[in-house]
Structures are given as structure tokens and as C-alpha cells.
């Protein structure tokens, strides 16, 4: 079946400006989690949801992210007036549910910030 | 707050030997506790889990004891092959004070076996 995908792979974007990045989770699963992974580190928590609303946002590193999952499906994660230092690669997961289940990871989107 | 520990790579390594990649945590509560590989080009995918102490995780001739006396995951390998070359992740996955479960990664161990 159908896994994890995230749109776009490359985004190329100048200081200051706005993005959105886009998560379609795996068909039925209500957790979908988003992270950020920098080069030599391991995926960094940002924000949790479960279904349609935010449970957790406690690892967005500041008011300029923000993420929405309006219908429980597919998940935007947005960023405004980007920084360098957003740079990174920015991954999205999905599971069924909490605690010992395990997570699906889409392929990520690389965030370049120039 | 919960921390992951992963000993530093690349580890490398000959075909068929013995591989073990060390992995220690600090968390309160009753974490589950995962082991996550990331081959070349690909995305992360989970290769074992334990959920409760003394559990032993294993797949794919990977092995994975959960030890709460030692609040470690190590993960091992009797016989690497060199498919195996990949960056393997150590991660727990424990309850918030606000009641959800917040997953928290190391930063990955690169390995490379050669033939």
C-alpha cells in the first residue's frame, strides 16, 4: 500500500520569506507526528497530532511554525519569514497510534534557506 | 527532559562481524523503546521495538534487550553482512506531563561493513 509521502523533496526559498510543507500519511492512521533533522542528528520532535488537533506542539522552536491537520489526513507544516538556520530536513510520520506503535516516515523535505 | 545516547560512528566493520551499537537513555516512567535504520537513499523505517523491561526486540537477525537496571537498548548482530551498511537510530517514546507520548531520538550511528 501506499506509505508516506511529503511534497516537495527540495525547497529553495529566501530570508524572510513564507513555506508550506505538506504530509500525506498513511490511510487510516490517526497519529501523525512532524520532525526536523539536521545534518548528523537524529529527527527532532516538533509537533504531534492526534486526528484533528494538535495534542502536542511543545517542540515548534518558535511562533514563526505553525502546522494544521484539518480533516485528520494530510498535514501542512508552515513557516513564516524563514530563517538560515530553519535549514534542515523536515520529516513527517504516521502511526496508528501512541506508545509502542511503531511510525512510518515519509521521505522528508529538504529545506534550504538562502 | 528525556535524552537518548548513542555511542559515536561510523563503526566499521568486516562481513561477519559481530556488531554491537550501544544505546542509553534517561527518561522517567516506562518508556517503549525503538531502534529505527535509515539505508542510502531511503527513509527511516523501524527495524525492533520493546515496549516493557527485560523485552528483547529483534528482526532481522538484530537483537535488542530492553535493561531498566541499565536504562539501555543496545542493539547487536551476530554477523553483519554488508547490506547492513546503514545509519541506525536509537529512540524512546514516552509520556508528556501532558499525557502524550513524545518521541525522542538519538543522533545515529553510521555503519559500514566491508567485504
Known amino acids: 500500500g501506499a506509505g508516506v509521502s511529503q511534497t516537495p523533496s527540495n525547497k529553495v526559498t529566501e530570508k524572510g520569506k513564507y513555506v508550506e510543507l505538506r504530509c500525506d500519511p498513511i490511510s487510516g492512521h490517526t497519529a501523525l507526528y512532524w520532525y526536523r533533522q539536521s545534518l548528523g542528528q537524529g529527527p527532532e520532535f516538533l509537533i504531534y497530532f492526534q486526528g484533528t488537533g494538535a495534542a502536542d506542539d511543545s517542540g515548534l522552536p518558535n511562533d514563526r511554525f505553525f502546522a494544521v491537520r484539518p480533516e485528520g489526513s494530510v498535514s501542512t507544516l508552515k513557516i513564516q519569514r524563514t530563517e538560515r538556520g530553519d535549514s534542515a530536513v523536515y520529516l513527517c510520520?504516521?502511526?496508528?497510534?501512541?506508545?509502542?506503535?511503531?511510525?512510518?516516515f515519509g521521505p522528508g523535505t529538504r529545506l534550504t534557506v538562502t | 527532559g528525556d535524552s537518548v545516547t548513542q555511542m559515536e560512528g561510523p563503526v566499521t566493520l568486516s562481513e561477519e562481524a559481530f556488531l554491537t551499537i550501544n544505546c542509553t537513555y534517561t527518561?522517567?516512567?516506562?518508556?517503549?523503546l525503538f531502534w529505527y535504520v535509515q539505508y542510502p537513499g531511503e527513509g527511516l523505517q523501524l527495524l525492533l521495538k520493546a515496549t516493557k523491561a527485560d523485552d528483547k526486540g529483534s528482526n532481522k537477525g538484530f537483537e535488542a534487550t530492553y535493561r531498566k537496571e541499565t536504562t539501555s537498548f543496545h542493539l547487536e548482530k551476530g554477523s553483519v553482512q554488508v547490506s547492513d551498511s546503514a545509519v541506525y537510530f536509537c529512540a524512546l517514546n514516552n509520556m508528556s506531563p501532558g499525557g502524550s507520548y513524545i518521541p525522542t531520538f538519538g543522533r545515529g550511528t553510521s555503519l559500514i561493513v566491508h567485504p
Open positions: 510520520a504516521s502511526s496508528e497510534g501512541q506508545g509502542g506503535y511503531e511510525q512510518y
Open positions: 527518561a522517567t516512567g516506562y518508556p517503549s
